[in-house]
């Protein structure tokens, strides 16, 4: 196993951004950038070379003027807030966020926009005895609208099973909201698209939305294009929540998708209670004419859930001076 540093270019404010390389025994690499903390690619061997897994760019300027949030981490919190303004109330205060999308009817917040995480740059510490780089970034007090000053570090280990574990560390000095995830986009045919990858998810139920806002509705997937209880091939309109059942742990896999071309598997496993599932429709460009487009897993808390007057909808909460920790780990079988 080894941790390789190279350059990654500039950013526009004259940042100097490093690419970190891990490599294990099977020759499986990993790569992530201290710029937004951002895991590039997987590339895992293939009977005719090297095989990148995820939609990806060559540089920290290319991902600063890039869409999509490609690999990001997410954060303070993923996914829409609505509420009034867009807004969320906390221990009786109510926060007014800024409006960066409209979703049924009404503004909302995205990703905690516009002053995203992943446009920041991270102080990278590298951990080569456990195959690990950990990104750490402060944000302060009313960073993105949220209250207290919060510490985070996003970590990222490359195992020699040839797993990926993401893990979210965070304290802050306030109560607050937290709900990070992470937007990698995967083709595990390293080219062309994903509508024959094979997909199960081990969730029966979903959360209704509106214009991919919730309703505040838990419904049962059984007869709708959410189902994946068994196995069959990737949909094309996918962009919604999939709930937590009670067997759930992060030892065992919830998510099992196979490329149709490579049979390559990746296993995804989280111990946060939804995953975001969403396919790219993005063109080839930036991935040399080969990807067409990807899915993408976000391990989150559930959408709007600070809004959403439903116990299923657990509260992304971080209580005052309580460390946090989450993980989520995707696993490449080849």
Request: proline share 5%.
């Amino acid at each position: 196993m080894s941790i390789t540093i190279t350059d990654y270019g500039l950013t526009s404010k004259g940042e100097a951004a490093k690419l970190y390389t891990i490599t294990n025994q099977n020759g499986c690499q990993a790569q992530f950038t201290d710029f937004g903390a951002t895991w590039v690619n997987v590339i895992v061997p293939g009977a005719d070379g090297p095989i990148d897994m995820m939609q990806h760019y060559d540089s920290a300027a290319a991902y600063e003027n890039g869409r999509g949030h490609r690999g990001c981490p997410i954060g303070r919190v993923a996914n829409r807030i609505a509420g009034t303004g867009p807004s969320f109330t906390l221990n009786g205060q109510t926060y007014s966020l800024p409006a960066t999308n409209r979703g049924n009817g009404q503004d909302v917040n995205l990703h905690s926009g516009p002053d995203y995480y992943d446009h920041r740059m991270y102080q990278a510490k590298t951990d080569e005895a456990n195959n690990t780089v950990h990104f750490l970034l402060f944000s302060p007090d009313m960073d993105q609208g949220c209250p207290g000053n919060l510490n985070l570090t996003v970590s990222y280990c490359l195992t020699e099973d040839n797993i990926v574990k993401i893990s979210y560390d965070a304290v802050s000095d306030a109560d607050t909201l937290f709900n990070m995830t992470n937007h990698a986009y995967f083709n595990l045919n390293g080219q062309g698209t994903i509508w024959q990858h094979n997909l199960w998810v081990d969730s029966t139920h979903y959360t209704e939305t509106v214009d991919s806002v919730p309703t505040g509705r838990i419904l049962p997937v059984a007869g709708t294009k959410f189902d994946y209880t068994t196995p069959r091939p990737v949909e094309n309109t996918l962009d919604d929540n999939l709930c937590e059942e009670p067997h759930h742990c992060l030892e065992k896999p919830r998510i099992r998708c196979i490329g149709d071309q490579t049979g390559i598997t990746m296993e995804v496993h989280t111990d946060l209670p939804g995953f975001q599932i969403f396919t790219s429709f993005d063109k080839a460009g930036a991935w040399n004419g080969a990807m067409t487009n990807a899915i993408c897993f976000e391990s989150q808390f559930y959408v709007n859930a600070i809004n959403i007057d439903n116990p299923a909808f657990k509260k992304p909460i971080l209580k005052a001076n309580k460390p946090f920790h989450s993980e989520t780990w995707y696993h490449f079988i080849f």
